[in-house]
C-alpha cells in the first residue's frame, strides 16, 4: 500500500486566526514607527524603516487575502523574514543591558517567531497530518503531539463531537482533540477503514 496522507485542515475560525497571526507583525511595526517619531532623540531612520516595514507586511497580507495563488504565500513569507529582522533591530534599539524584564524582550520573542514563520511559512500547514500505511498510521495533531501506532495494536477507533480516541489492544486510550480540525470524518474514516482491514 502506498502511504497516503491526509492533511488536518483547520476550521474557519482557525484559518481567521491565522491570518490575524500574518498581519499582527505588521500592524505592530506600523504603530511603533508612528510612536517613535513622536519621541524625543528618536532615530528618525529607524521610525521610517518600521512603517515602512509594516504598510509591506499589510500590504502583503491584503494581497494574500485576494489571492489565492501560491505567490501570495511567497510573498507575505520574505515580508514576515524582513519583518522578524526589523522588529529584532527595534529590540536593540529598545534594549537596556542589565535589566531581564524589559519591553525589548517583547520585541525580540515576536521578531524570532515572525521569522521562523516566514522561513516554513509554506511547511507548517503540513505539520498537522495523518499518514496512513499498511503497516499502522502516523497522527501529528500539532507540534508537540505525534503517534504511531500499528493496526495489530489498534482494537478501536472513534469520534465523539470533537474528540478523537483510538483504544489499543494493551488497554491505552489515546485521546486527540480535532476541535480546529475541519475534516474530522475524513480523519475518522481514514483511520477506522484501515484499521479494519488490516488489524488482526
Known amino acids: ?3 497516503t496522507t491526509i492533511l488536518l485542515k ?5 484559518k481567521k486566526m491565522l491570518m490575524m497571526n500574518d498581519v499582527l507583525p505588521g500592524v505592530l511595526l506600523f504603530f511603533l ?3 517613535s517619531l513622536g519621541e524625543e532623540n528618536a532615530h528618525s531612520q529607524f521610525a521610517y524603516l518600521n512603517i515602512l516595514a509594516g504598510i509591506a507586511v499589510i500590504l502583503a497580507f491584503l494581497f494574500e487575502v485576494r489571492s489565492k495563488e501560491a ?3 511567497k510573498l507575505i ?3 514576515d523574514v524582513i519583518a522578524g529582522l526589523v522588529l529584532c533591530v527595534e529590540a536593540l534599539n529598545k534594549h537596556h543591558a542589565g535589566r531581564i524584564f524589559q519591553p525589548a524582550l517583547f520585541y525580540y520573542i515576536i521578531g524570532i517567531i515572525t521569522i521562523i514563520r516566514g522561513l516554513f511559512h509554506s511547511r507548517l500547514p503540513a505539520v498537522r ?4 500505511h499498511d503497516k499502522g498510521f502516523d497522527l501529528r495533531v500539532n507540534l508537540f503531539k505525534r503517534d504511531r501506532m500499528n493496526w495489530e495494536d489498534v482494537v478501536g477507533v472513534d469520534l465523539k463531537g470533537v474528540m478523537l480516541t483510538i483504544k489499543s ?3 491505552k486510550v489515546h485521546t486527540y482533540n480535532l476541535s480546529r480540525v ?3 470524518e475524513e480523519v475518522l474514516e481514514g483511520l477506522r477503514g484501515n484499521q479494519e482491514s488490516f488489524s488482526i
Not at 10 to 14: C, L, M, S
Not at 129 to 132: C, K, M, S, W
Open 1 to 3: 500500500m502506498i502511504p
Open 10 to 14: 483547520p476550521t474557519a475560525f482557525r
Open 33 to 35: 514607527g508612528i510612536e
Open 71 to 73: 505567490a501570495a504565500h
Open 77 to 79: 513569507s520574505k515580508f
Open 129 to 132: 497530518r495523518l499518514i496512513i
Open 169 to 171: 489492544r494493551a488497554g
Open 182 to 184: 475541519e475534516n474530522r
